[in-house]
């Protein structure tokens, strides 16, 4: 078991997590990092988005309160994120909409290996090399800024180990987790973005661990548990195919400190041992809905998909933010850059379709719909998008991602050795169930007029008979029914067909499609849909089914998801499914789980995860959340305390959990 000290700094972790907030922060230190950054926006070099991050940094560096606690073994604070709108009125005024105080997409896995390999010295002296230019003026600003940040944390005698961290490479465990932590904080005041994410954990930080097996274990928890401070889906990689300590003392130390964050992926392959399946069924099993299960050779041949070398994919493969496939330290992944629905699409193109003799003449519409709608409008809208984001900079980072120093550019001007446009699309069950029911209704059994199903869909089913009888309709996605199969794998392969291009007068990047959305599903309100949805009702999740499925046998849902051409969606095919606490904790329980995940893994699944929740344990938790200040809850590509999440995300995870996902 984990000590008594780390067992509390556990508890503080939780305490510090308020009601209605995923993360711990503070907002002092949120007030701070809002006028650093309005006063960096009001530098006159800072027209230039290289220079106003430069500057953002240097007074990051030199003004932000160093966080040093007596007895932490990892210093400085990531609290600070996400300031509030108000904040920043307090230090801009009526100023504000005119200045530019710039983001960037984060979504990425920066090079910490290389970091720990040269060091902040090592990284300058590449940046120094470069021509002259505003981007070696920048980047060398940037480094030179993140040196004095260290140094300041090194200024008290808890601390003055760390000092040495600007200068040279770390030497052992503490520095190197230590140097990680910083270089987290420092792009989270660059950015100030979401799932700047660790990449492959356990194989880089194998040759730091050596000693005393329960002092690092411990250094470790303090490390991880850091990373519940002012963001949420930082994902950490367990990659190694041999088991390595790492491995196994990441999933022990989510487990008994019963951490949200960060989150845990496991690349899951043949060679996996029992040990291994073992120790990460257990994690899942103490029900923080981590870590999440990767077919590595389905993730591979996914990023393959692109035109990738296959030695350099199967060496850096990483996961960004929620379930996001990119090469860490060398990728401009962009993984959430542009989303669809492609239930939505179906439903614009199923109000205006003409009558059709069968169902396949209008199912092959909607496939030419589809391919003139991303060839004329969605591809050039992500041309458009690269073009907006181009106007963010990155100096810091750009330090931290191959082919940006060497081509003499910053990430957000394509300097990366890969640029990558994610491409999210979400409701595929919703709308293959609609696609379905247009085909049994209104072709097999000639029940009404595709005119009359038009109009009925456009009331938004006023005909309630007719919304009952299309909600139970058989043959739905995630039965595995092998029409609707079938049907599903076309459409995402056709979907891949079409999108998988780089768009006209676009970026220098090459699209990645995920069938997910975060958040999009339950949040935009989307018309009715023949499946029997009315209008504003939940869509489906990643590639899990529709709401309508009869009876939810996981199986099934496994056997639909494999269908679909999971080698073709690099940036994410998320499947979600609910455990009984009862089944998990049960030895019998962990044998099949591992039989079920090592088999959905061997034929060819991508992502798999689930929670050990109950749905009236989660009711009772939204209506007395002081009695369930541990509950921790799989919101999406993440975990979060449940009680940190908002209500109408607490109503949606109760529902998917009455329905088994």
Known sequence: MISERLSRLAEKARAEAPTGDRMRRNPAEQREFARIMVEAARAPESAHPLREKARRLELFAA?????????DRIHGSQRFTFPSREMFEEFAGAALPELAIRGNAGHIIPGYPRLLAEGVAGARRRAEAMPEGVEKECFCRGLDAFGRFIRRHGATPESAWVAA??????????????????????????????????GRFDEYILPFWR???LANLELLGEFLLKFTEGEESQNL???????????????????????????????????????????????????????AYFGAATVCRALESLGLPEE????????????????GGSSYALTTAQGGAVNQWFGEFFSGAAEAATFGELYRGFKAHLAAFARDEFLPLCARRWRELAGQASPFLSCLVDGCIENHRSLEAGGARHNF??????????AVDSLLAVKTLVFERRQLTLAQFQEAVARDFADEALLLQARALPGKYGSDDAASNALAADLAGHLADCLHAKPRAGPPATTSLGLFWFGADINFEMAATPDGRRGGDPISYGVGPGHFLAHYQPTAILNSALALPNRRCPNGNPLQLRLDAPLAAAVEGRNALTELIADFVRRGGFHLQFNVLSPEEMAD????????RDL????????????????????VLIERARMGI
Do not use: K
């Not at 938790?621 to 369930?628: D, F, G, I, L, Y």
């Open 237 to 291: 990689l367990l990659a190694g195919e041999e088991a390595n300590p790492v491995f196994f003392a990441v999933l022990r130390a989510m487990r008994e400190t019963r951490s949200w964050q960060p989150s845990i992926s496991a690349a899951v392959s043949e060679r996996w041992t029992a040990a291994q399946f073992e120790a990460a069924v257990a994690l899942t099993a103490a029900g923080t809905g981590q870590p």
């Open 421 to 430: 446009f994610g491409l999210n699309l979400m409701g595929l069950g919703t």
């Open 632 to 651: 921790v809850v799989r919101v999406s590509g993440y975990s979060a305390l449940f009680t940190g999440v908002d209500r109408h995300w607490q109503d």
């Open 312 to 327: 350099e994919v199967r060496r850096d493969w990483g996961i960004v933010g929620c379930y996001e496939a990119s090469l």
């Open 621 to 628: 938790a939204q209506r007395h959340p002081e009695r369930h």
């Open 63 to 71: 003004e932000f309160p160093v966080t040093v606690q007596a007895g």
């Open 165 to 198: 961290l600007a200068d040279r490479p770390p030497a052992e465990l503490r520095e190197a987790l230590q140097l990680i932590w910083f270089a987290t904080i420092f792009l989270h005041a660059e950015g100030c973005a979401a799932a700047v994410s660790l």
């Open 211 to 213: 000693g005393d097996e």
